[in-house]
């Protein structure tokens, strides 16, 4: 098991997610990782971050203090018995080793976020790693409303 698998809150299964991209309704990856291995999903927001269309696949990025309407998203709770496997394979999924590790392509982060009726979670959020972040500052293609399915039906022209 990846450094860092298994961590939680204290509560039995740990910490929700938050997912804002492939891994959302209807996205690639969304069958692929979560499909039997979860309990609850539900529209959800993040604040203070920025999201960007990368290479194939979108990257939220810390911007607090930023004016923006934040990350949407789902926030995906796992089955009983289906964490630390669904934890382990998340981090292999967004390419997260360790905290610090220089190959993290993303970083997990327990954030607070917002359930569709305003009240807050705390969840896993996996953010673009620092080297990535900077790249993204530079050369990204920032998604104005962050929100990667209205973007990739924009692209895809429906």
């Not at 807050?120 to 996996?126: G, H, K, T």
Request: aromatic share 8%.
């Amino acid at each position: 098991m990846r450094a860092g698998a298994g961590a939680d809150d204290g509560r039995e299964g740990g910490l929700p997610f938050f997912v804002y991209g492939t891994l959302r309704p209807g996205e690639r990856n969304h069958d692929l990782c979560l499909r039997g291995r979860v309990a609850a999903e539900e529209p959800a927001r993040l604040a203070g971050a920025l999201l960007y269309d990368g290479p194939g696949y979108p990257y939220a990025i810390e911007a607090p203090g930023t004016v923006s309407s934040g990350v949407v998203g789902d926030l995906v709770t796992a089955k009983p018995g289906e964490y630390d496997g669904l934890l382990a394979g998340l981090d292999e999924l967004e390419g997260y080793e360790a905290p610090g590790d220089p190959r993290n392509l993303y970083v997990r982060v327990a954030r607070d976020v917002l359930r569709s009726d305003g009240t807050p979670a705390r969840a896993w959020v996996y953010f673009a790693a620092p080297s990535v972040t900077r790249a993204l500052r530079a050369r990204g293609r920032l998604i104005e409303d962050g929100d990667w399915l209205a973007h990739i039906r924009r692209i895809r022209g429906g």
